[in-house]
């Protein structure tokens, strides 16, 4: 089953500073039909203006993904790492035993960003913090960027949680597939152009829940940017 929750229906806020649409049950916006997809919890889409951004905050027993779609985002927290996360690179904290963070878009332009939280299924880790650089030329499938599934190779980020994140360009007119194992879910969303799934259309940025498929076939309508994260039911 492919549901798609069209961009125009998402929750959210704008707060001057920080323009909010929530996939998800979150803050003010309160959907008792939506309130994640398995372990996946969050999935906020924000708009961050420049010089701005979230002060620090205190986190627990979340794995906190990350994802830059335009500009940058600052890291700093209270174990020391600081860092700088650039469109198309993502970061991940695990928040563990507990960790206090701040994000800052110091940059002179608007950055956009994808924050995912998804329920650890590993508690009472140590808190981290990490960032990396992934390719961005096409693909023939969505690449990890973090990954907590049984029989990841280490090539992307880690995760304390039976998921990934997993993203990948596709160019106007080709397509990839990718699999699902049996009790997975999915949620997709494409970060820039329009794709369809399985013959579904799904337009920039909708959000895109995946249930009882085991093989998806993703055609791009225009150049895309796909985001998706692979998680236990």
């Given at each position: 089953?492919?549901?798609?929750?069209?961009?125009?229906?998402?929750?959210?806020?704008?707060?001057?500073?920080?323009?909010?649409?929530?996939?998800?049950?979150?803050?003010?916006?309160?959907?008792?039909?939506?309130?994640?997809?398995?372990?996946?919890?969050?999935?906020?889409?924000?708009?961050?203006?420049?010089?701005?951004?979230?002060?620090?905050?205190?986190?627990?027993?979340?794995?906190?993904?990350?994802y830059v779609r335009d500009g940058a985002?600052?890291?700093?927290?209270?174990?020391?790492?600081?860092?700088?996360?650039?469109?198309?690179?993502?970061?991940?904290?695990?928040?563990?035993?507990?960790?206090?963070?701040?994000?800052?878009?110091?940059?002179k332009e608007i950055t956009r960003i994808?924050?995912?939280?998804?329920?650890?299924?590993?508690?009472?880790?140590?808190?981290?913090?990490?960032?990396?650089?992934?390719?961005?030329?096409?693909?023939?499938?969505?690449?990890?960027?973090?990954?907590?599934?049984?029989?990841?190779?280490?090539?992307?980020?880690?995760?304390?949680?039976?998921?990934?994140?997993?993203?990948?360009?596709?160019?106007?007119?080709?397509?990839?597939?990718?699999?699902?194992?049996?009790?997975?879910?999915?949620?997709?969303?494409?970060?820039?152009?329009?794709?369809?799934?399985?013959?579904?259309?799904?337009?920039?940025?909708?959000?895109?829940?995946?249930?009882?498929?085991?093989?998806?076939?993703?055609?791009?309508?225009?150049?895309?940017?796909?985001?998706m994260v692979d998680v236990a039911a």
């Amino acid at each position: 089953m492919i549901q798609v929750q069209p961009y125009g229906r998402l929750g959210g806020a704008n707060h001057g500073w920080l323009n909010a649409k929530h996939h998800f049950s979150f803050a003010s916006y309160h959907d008792a039909n939506r309130m994640g997809v398995g372990g996946l919890r969050v999935w906020n889409d924000d708009e961050i203006a420049p010089g701005t951004g979230f002060d620090p905050h205190p986190h627990r027993e979340m794995e906190i993904i990350t994802y830059v779609r335009d500009g940058a985002i600052t890291h700093k927290d209270s174990l020391g790492n600081e860092g700088r996360t650039v469109a198309g690179d993502v970061q991940v904290m695990h928040a563990g035993t507990g960790i206090v963070h701040a994000e800052y878009n110091m940059e002179k332009e608007i950055t956009r960003i994808f924050q995912i939280w998804i329920v650890p299924n590993q508690r009472g880790v140590q808190p981290g913090w990490g960032t990396r650089t992934f390719p961005k030329s096409p693909e023939s499938a969505l690449v990890p960027l973090a990954d907590g599934r049984a029989g990841a190779d280490g090539s992307a980020l880690p995760l304390y949680a039976d998921a990934a994140v997993l993203a990948g360009t596709v160019r106007k007119g080709a397509s990839v597939r990718q699999s699902l194992q049996p009790g997975r879910v999915a949620y997709l969303v494409p970060a820039s152009g329009a794709v369809t799934v399985n013959g579904v259309p799904v337009n920039t940025r909708d959000g895109v829940t995946i249930t009882g498929e085991t093989e998806l076939e993703i055609v791009a309508i225009d150049d895309a940017e796909v985001v998706m994260v692979d998680v236990a039911a």
